[in-house]
């Protein structure tokens, strides 16, 4: 919650939640916070989900369309960027930065930094564009070193799903300097350990201490525990996790 407030310069963060509200939730409390400190704001998500973010902002002090009449906000439909910035299968640096530039320029005047919040790569890997989601989030990177903002990437994915583990989320890591936590993944930690005291003997906390790999240590606890299960032991996985969805999802567990 405090890199969500605080959201400093240069920080490329992401989040993943398995549902739509809690997702808008984290997004809202993002660009609220950088509203009151004054930051310009640029969102690059849904239709949807910009309504929805407005509605909350709409209930503060804040008004969407004045801070759009007066430049402090921008808006890009996700859709309309990902259309524009593929080509050929491939996202090309020149056109990120030739679409995003300008409007991050015209923003800077208008706030004491900038966040961004979007959504472009979650569209692209629920989509099965792993690669593409990959290297865009790459891009984000290299955009960094001309422009001064903070990015919020907002992910839907079920992170208590085997198959979730299958796509190279370890790059996800790679890409961004924080994965940040939710409750959900702390419970579904602690589910883990204790599905994993009934089948193995040992916590999976215990297993998994000893290996810090570059690739994962950016992830909150319960990820970070279900890559390593994924990677060390493949076929007690499905079992596994079944247990421990059972835990997490069993009142008082």
Same mark, same amino acid.
């Given at each position: 919650?405090?890199? @969500? #407030?605080? %959201?400093?310069?240069g &920080?490329?963060?992401?989040?993943?939640?398995?549902?739509?509200?809690?997702?808008?939730?984290?997004?809202?409390?993002?660009?609220?916070?950088?509203?009151?400190?004054?930051?310009?704001? !640029?969102?690059i998500?849904?239709?949807? &989900? #910009?309504?929805? !973010?407005?509605?909350? !902002?709409?209930?503060?002090?804040?008004?969407?369309?004045?801070?759009?009449?007066? $430049?402090?906000?921008? #808006?890009? /439909?996700?859709?309309?960027?990902?259309d524009?910035?593929?080509a050929?299968?491939?996202?090309?640096?020149? =056109?990120?930065?030739?679409?995003? /530039?300008?409007?991050?320029?015209?923003?800077?005047?208008?706030?004491?930094?900038?966040?961004?919040?979007?959504?472009?790569?979650?569209?692209? *890997?629920? %989509?099965?564009?792993?690669?593409?989601?990959?290297?865009?989030?790459?891009? *984000?990177?290299?955009?960094?070193?001309? +422009?001064?903002?903070?990015?919020?990437? $907002? +992910?839907?994915?079920?992170?208590?799903?085997?198959?979730?583990?299958?796509?190279?989320?370890?790059? !996800? /890591? =790679?890409?961004?300097?924080?994965?940040?936590?939710?409750?959900?993944?702390?419970?579904?930690?602690?589910?883990?350990?204790?599905?994993?005291?009934? @089948?193995? $003997?040992?916590?999976?906390?215990?297993?998994?201490?000893?290996? &810090?790999?570059?690739?994962?240590? =950016?992830?909150?606890?319960g990820?970070?525990?279900?890559? *390593?299960v994924? =990677?060390?032991?493949?076929?007690?996985?499905?079992?596994l996790?079944?247990?421990?969805?059972? +835990?997490?999802?069993?009142?008082?567990?």
């Amino acid at each position: 919650m405090t890199l @969500l #407030v605080e %959201a400093p310069a240069g &920080r490329h963060f992401a989040q993943f939640h398995r549902g739509i509200d809690a997702l808008t939730d984290s997004a809202f409390v993002f660009l609220e916070a950088g509203l009151r400190q004054g930051n310009s704001l !640029l969102i690059i998500a849904p239709a949807q &989900r #910009v309504e929805q !973010l407005f509605d909350r !902002l709409a209930t503060g002090r804040f008004h969407p369309q004045g801070l759009l009449d007066s $430049g402090q906000l921008a #808006v890009i /439909g996700s859709t309309t960027i990902i259309d524009t910035l593929s080509a050929n299968g491939r996202t090309e640096a020149a =056109r990120f930065r030739g679409l995003l /530039g300008p409007v991050l320029s015209q923003l800077s005047p208008y706030g004491r930094g900038t966040r961004i919040y979007a959504e472009i790569a979650s569209a692209l *890997w629920q %989509a099965g564009e792993t690669d593409a989601a990959i290297r865009l989030e790459d891009l *984000w990177n290299v955009l960094a070193d001309a +422009y001064t903002f903070s990015l919020f990437c $907002g +992910y839907t994915m079920d992170t208590q799903c085997e198959h979730t583990y299958s796509a190279p989320l370890e790059e !996800l /890591g =790679r890409t961004h300097s924080d994965i940040l936590g939710s409750p959900d993944d702390e419970q579904f930690g602690v589910a883990l350990d204790r599905a994993s005291r009934e @089948l193995f $003997g040992i916590s999976l906390t215990q297993m998994a201490g000893v290996a &810090r790999r570059d690739g994962t240590r =950016r992830f909150p606890s319960g990820q970070r525990t279900m890559l *390593w299960v994924k =990677r060390n032991l493949p076929m007690s996985t499905k079992q596994l996790v079944e247990r421990a969805r059972q +835990y997490f999802s069993a009142p008082g567990s």
